[in-house]
């Protein structure tokens, strides 16, 4: 029983950490220009492609690899922003977020028309990092080295990313810009740079996600995208849309909450797990659990 | 040093600014008064690239900046105290300065500044590690002063630096102002505090409904009936 419950728990942090990652994105991006950044799933699939097939087709280390599909999906990212947010940063919110979800729809069509409607498979993990193993930590709990792998990368790219909000000067820039976007400008702040940067920096976290959720899952699909976009941005209004320690915490919580779902036997409704916090919190604290009601002034 | 030429703003259908024009002198303080919604705060927007205009000019010592984006404004040396001060509440009050350095590269030149403002407000200096949204009104305004002051502007726009605060902090900050035209900025300030503004500046506009209504000395409006009546209280 005590064991079955550490293995569900780890899973449920190992998995909870990609939607983190993923969550970092819809809530930064919210935070500065306040637009549900519908794409963001199609950027964590497009990260998980990129690593494919860096891996499999350039043959190049798997390290490289994520750090490649970041990179890709930074520079995609900024890109989707230049072309389809910025030209209706003027007008209506709605016209943005339909601009968004057009994109999202292009890129999974992309992806479906370049690789297909069936899953394809990430090399196993023994032939690309090391085979899996599991620990024993104490009596009868289980973890296994790719789940602190996966757990511990993202702790550490989440660890970088606070650091560079609280401490560099563009990540002041940034926090200022998501406080207050026209006093931020009034600083000499460039801010449609700094809008460039929450791109680039959400993208990239969420291209990280997508290469460890392929490696953990073993599987890539064209419309991967959908449904654990869907569950990042739950994880990130739990955690308070805005709040860079929301969408930590709402995404392993969602991850747990998740796992532990399968665990009492509600496996067929893992999915809609998600889909019920969401409904709750926006009926209940629309906030989030880490929310400020500062004022946006935009 | 400024000078805004037959500037027409609009938001949409609404006419904000028709036909403005004004000009501000190196060393003057000079103060824009007017009702509410009359439009001073978007003349100061438009100063600092916030809102464009759909026509006029906007020239700042021969250049004409009415198409720089607002950081490009305060490259060229004009910040602007916002109205409602617009502190960045979960920030400190030490990065709330740092940030009006944002511009400038001098990392000596900024800890000094920073300390000549803590100097001049010492309870900012106090609270300095306190996010900027726990200050009081006076702090605050202390505070969105002393940041506009970090980015070292020729020009400093100030957007009603007194509402809302007690009459003796008031006073102080009308103090304030006139200490930092002493020391070389030059200062466009907008209030609802005709009598105060009056007070201190050298020249004066007056809008009603998005157009100039008078201009002249700021003692020659004191005396002038109309001003008297509209905004005097007279
Ligand atoms: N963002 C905006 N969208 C639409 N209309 C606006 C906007 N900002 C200002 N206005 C309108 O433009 C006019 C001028 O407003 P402005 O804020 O410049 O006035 P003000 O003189 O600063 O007034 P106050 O003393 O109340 O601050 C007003 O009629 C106002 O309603
Ligand atoms: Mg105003």
Known sequence: MLSNFFVQLMNGIALGSTYALIALGYTMVYGIILLINFAHGEIFMSGAFVGLILVTVFHVHIIIAFLGAMLFCMIMGVIIEKIAYKPLRRSTRLAALISAIGVSIFLSNLANLIFGANPTSYPPTKEILFPVKSFELFAGAQVTNLQILIIATSAILMIILQYFIKNTRIGKAMRATSQDYDTAALMGINVNKIISYTFAIGSSLAAAGGVLVGIYFGVVKYNMGTLVGLKAFTAAVLGGIGSIPGAMFGGIALGIGEMFAVAIGLSSYRDAIAFGILIIVLLVKPTGLFGTEIQKKV | ?234
Request: no cysteine; charged share 20%; net charge neutral.
């Open chain 2, 1 to 234: 040093m400024l000078n805004i030429e037959n500037i027409d703003v609009n938001y949409g259908a609404i006419r904000a600014l028709v036909q403005v024009s004004l000009e501000v002198n190196e060393g003057e303080i000079v103060a824009l008064i007017g009702a509410n919604g009359a439009g001073k705060s978007t003349t100061l927007r438009s100063i600092s690239g916030l809102v464009k205009p759909q026509s006029g000019k906007i020239i700042f010592e021969g250049k004409e900046i009415h198409n720089f984006p607002p950081h490009k404004v305060v490259e060229i040396g004009i910040s602007q105290v916002p109205e409602g001060r617009r502190v960045f509440p979960l920030m400190t009050v030490l990065e709330n300065l740092e940030l009006g350095a944002f511009s400038r590269k001098d990392r000596a030149g900024i800890k000094e500044d920073i300390n000549n403002i803590f100097l001049r407000f010492p309870r900012l200096e106090e609270r300095k590690q306190q996010p900027a949204g726990t200050l009081s009104g006076g702090e605050q305004q202390m505070l969105a002063i002393g940041r506009a002051l970090m980015s070292r502007p020729k020009l400093l726009l100030m957007d009603e630096p007194s509402m809302g605060l007690a009459p003796m902090l008031v006073q102080e900050i009308f103090n304030i102002v006139k200490e930092i035209n002493q020391t070389g900025t030059t200062i466009l300030l907008v209030e609802q505090n005709a009598r105060m503004a009056l007070s201190i500046a050298n020249r004066a506009y007056v809008l009603e409904t998005g157009s100039l209504a008078m201009s002249g000395s700021a003692k020659e409006l004191a005396e002038n009936e109309e001003v008297q009546k509209a905004y005097l209280g007279h």
